[in-house]
Each structure stands twice: as structure tokens, then as C-alpha cells.
């Protein structure tokens, strides 16, 4: 009987005793690269990743080919990410490719503390000449098409 006394007032003992856990720091944002699920206090480590894919439609392939364009090539923020060639015509697409499907350009983009993004993009021939600039908004772990029309073509070409 005192074995299962004191057993049981040892038990009590030991579930009583509060745990002095220390506080982890890292990345709380389970949509980030390094998301930590052990992080108790989110530190604004967070890096995240999206990716945008470029393509054109029937219409603007044919604008640039018309245009003797024989390159496009797509910049984000600055940095060169490919380059769509006129070979005997651009490949274009009636409907949003699946990211980095070969005969379109896709890029991937990095950035830290927010799960968005905003990004400026270009499309510039192979002369430097600018054939349309834009700005895009991307969500972290996704990809984001973007289609370049003849129109939005003709509407920059007419303004810019």
C-alpha cells in the first residue's frame, strides 16, 4: 500500500511540474521556402518563390514576326530569364501554358517577408528595342501566366 501511495504522489508530482520551454525564432509562414514548424515567434526570415510563365497568342506571334522581330527576350526586375526565338514563327498558345513547359519562357522569382510580390517584367528584341513592359503581382508557391496579345502590343507601342 505505501509502494502504490508513493508511486501515485510521484506521479502527481511529476505531472504538476510546469516546463520551461524556450521560445523558438525562425520563419511562422507555412507558405515560405523555410518555413519552421517548431517556430513559436515568427523572426521575418520568411523567403518565398513564384513562378511566372511568358507566352504569346496566335495574334502577337504574327504581329512580331510581321515586325522582323527575331528574338523576345523577358526580363524580371532587371534580370534576364529567356528568350522566345522567330523560327519561321513564335511559338504562341490559344490557352495559359503549364510553367515551364519548353517552348515557352518561365521564371522563377525570390523575395522575403511577404507570401506576394510585385515585379516589373519586360519583353525586349534582340535590337534593345522595348516591346511591351508591365508590372505583375505574384503569390508565393504559385505560377503566374502571362499572355502577350497583339493588342497589348499595339496599345504600348501607341503610348510608349
Known sequence: MKKILLFSLSLITLI???TNSIPVEG??????INYNPQ???NNNSCDFTGDIIFYLDAAAGIYLYNEG???L???IDGNNIGSQYNDGGFYTAQTPPNCFDNFFTTGSVYWSNNSYTTISWEAI????YVWYDSEAYLEANT???ME???NKLTVYQENN
Request: proline letters at 4%.
Open 73 to 75: 527576350t523577358f526580363y
Open 148 to 150: 502577350l496579345t497583339a
Open 69 to 71: 522581330v527575331d528574338k
Open 143 to 145: 505560377c503566374t501566366t
Open 125 to 128: 528584341d534582340e535590337t534593345g
Open 16 to 18: 504538476s511540474c510546469e
Open 27 to 32: 520563419c511562422t509562414d507555412p507558405n515560405a
Open 39 to 41: 517556430a513559436d515567434i
